[in-house]
């Protein structure tokens, strides 16, 4: 819970809107037992969910708990910690991937930058020269423990 909260946090200062994520960080507080009406306001909001629409009630929720946005240095690195955690789980690892490969450069996460690509490299030819020893068999491993390491560091 406290990664998805980081995560929430950081949307306003990077500029990225998830409302599925909002929902779901809106019924885990209730499920926790939160029982601010502003909370319960913005868990009654249904799918497609307007970010403009959200704001307010998601502001407000930040207010009842004291929480503050993170600036941008904490930003990224939630953003960060919160896609590795669900790679590391297991969780839709292709798309979490390209989204830490999208959102950072090179120098941050090397290893995972060859890995993306050579996934999609054993993907469309059957074989890769990014990176060594890894197959469609066992990429999504090497990919978990690189990533592992990273979210260590930044942890």
């Known amino acids: 819970m406290k990664i998805l909260t980081d995560y929430i946090l950081s949307f306003k200062n990077l500029e990225i809107f998830d409302n599925y994520l909002i929902e779901k960080w809106s019924f885990e507080l209730l499920h926790q037992d939160y029982k601010e009406e ?4 913005l868990a009654s909001f ?14 407000k929720v930040f207010r009842d708990l004291r929480l503050v946005e993170y600036e941008e ?7 960060n910690i919160y896609h590795l955690n669900l790679i590391n789980k297991g969780i839709d690892v292709k798309y979490n991937l390209s ?10 996460c090397d290893d995972l930058y060859l890995l993306h690509y050579a996934w999609n490299e054993l993907f469309e030819i059957g074989s890769t020269g990014y990176y060594q020893n890894v197959s469609l068999d066992n990429i999504e491993q090497k990919i978990r423990e690189q990533a592992s390491r990273l979210m260590k560091r930044l942890t």
């Open 38 to 41: 502003s909370i319960y306001m």
């Open 46 to 59: 249904c799918q497609p969910i307007d970010y403009y629409d959200i704001l307010p009630y998601l502001n």
């Open 73 to 79: 240095k904490l930003a990224r690195n939630s953003f």
């Open 99 to 108: 989204k830490i490969v999208a959102f950072n450069d090179y120098e941050f």
